[in-house]
């Protein structure tokens, strides 16, 4: 149903870790209460992917499935949609999650990598939106946002969890081939997935903050051994809960105030005004 976009402070954009279930409905942290569904909106790019719309005690929390992706529309048209969305709502905090395969040898399937970095080699790198700043990518990753999904993962997670690690965006949909990777692994990233960019600078072009929790779920091709579907489709269904509790947990315990993390500082003045 087309509605007015609410507002809201915080953002989930769902992925493959959180697809198998009902966000937020499946989760039992307490306080979760589901405010609307079915939320769709007009953008100047087209109608928006469906939204829900949750909070727990005093925020307000837009969500998204599968990165907003759906058939026929174009990853980069699907992208602006949803951030075109999350900007006239007011998001200032983002956080994403998605299954990635893992190029750097020592990462397994299952491990949890928080990445601090990104080398885009993704055909959408024009998808902004309000191209009035530059946007400088230092920091490309919130520190607070990410210290929470930390900390909520290392409460949630029995397994391995890295705090850093470089996420290669590739433009998907399709898996890399051996050669790529073998091409790609020599750029210096730890994992392989196709949704950071440009989900992390659209957030810095809107003035919001981003960070994401990627679990592995395949070595990537040609990097330790071939990766079983069995085990993908297992990871697909068995760890979407504990993915989901991490981010409710993570942004139970951050604020909307962008004072302290910096990220904004890095949101410069455009000098090219026509
Ligand atoms: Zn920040």
Redesign the pocket.
Known sequence: MKKEIPKADFAIIGGSGTFSIDFPEDLETEGIQLLETDLTFDTPYGESPIFKLFSIGDKEILTCRMHGWRKDIRRGMASRQLFWVLKEAGVK?IIGEGGVGSMNRLLDPRDIVIPTDFIDFTDRKDALILCEHLLVMRQPI????HLALLTSAQRRHTGRIFERGIYLVTEGPRFESPAEISMMSRWGADIVGQSLAPEVYLARDIGA???GLYMVVNYAEGVVKDWSHGELRDIFYQESRKVAGILVDALISITKS?KG????AFRKPTLLKE
């Open positions: 905090k919130c520190p607070q946002i903050c981003y960070a962008q993390c910096g990220c904004m």
